[in-house]
């Protein structure tokens, strides 16, 4: 079972959320929490799975939480999906540099809904190339400043490689038929990547990638 917890200050949309996930054979909702304070004492006491976490909440919201949750050594094994009313606004730019596995719009449908549960609770980043693609146009167009990471140095010309094709939101078989080589090999390369760059998961490794001026 992929144990779930359900952050979001409105009352309906917890109850939504937990009825929905609680419907699925495969998930148990935990517990729930109405702000950043209360999540991050859930996660501590639940360690879920999964957290579905809204960022824009009255008192700690959730971008506090989350940078206090990642930075937790006894949370790493929580993954986050961040909520949001705006697509890729400053919040979720900010959410994935801070380690959020990805992020839904609230008016995303159930099944997306479901579907980026699995995604986060099996290891994946929820970041579709459509997201990438606006991610690099937000920083080339001059949205975002870059910044390179200290360790983007230590990082081997192929990995480097590797990372800016991730960046452009290429799937590991992807990169492989790119590349001409095996998916194992790219898996290598992208841990070996997430590794030197301190990247919690594939969202993070693309958030550094790109503010590296990467892809």
Do not use: C, W
Request: glycine letters at 8%; zero cysteines.
């Amino acid at each position: 079972m992929i144990r779930v917890a359900v952050v979001d200050d409105q009352p309906l949309v917890r109850m939504a959320l937990t009825t929905l996930l609680e419907a699925q054979p495969d998930m148990d909702v935990v517990g729930q929490a109405a702000d950043g304070a209360g999540a991050l004492a859930l996660a501590r006491r639940q360690q879920p799975e999964v957290l579905l976490l809204d960022l824009r909440m009255p008192g700690t919201d959730g971008l506090t939480a989350l940078r206090a949750l990642t930075a937790d050594p006894a949370l790493t094994g929580v993954r986050v999906i961040v909520l949001t009313t705006f697509d890729l606004d400053e919040y979720v730019y900010e959410a994935l540099h801070h380690g959020a596995s990805g992020f839904l719009t609230k008016d995303a449908e159930p099944d997306e809904l479901v579907r980026a549960v699995r995604v986060v609770a099996a290891g994946d980043a929820l970041l579709s190339p459509g997201v990438t693609r606006r991610l690099l146009g937000a920083f080339s167009s001059g949205a975002r400043g870059r910044s390179p990471h200290p360790a983007i140095a230590t990082l081997t010309p192929r990995e480097l490689e590797v990372a800016s094709l991730v960046a452009e939101g290429l799937s590991n078989d992807e990169i492989a038929r790119r590349l001409f080589l095996s998916p194992a090999t790219i898996r290598t390369h992208v841990g070996r990547a997430m590794t030197k760059l301190d990247a919690r998961d594939r969202a993070q490794l693309v958030v550094f990638a790109v503010r590296s001026g990467l892809g």
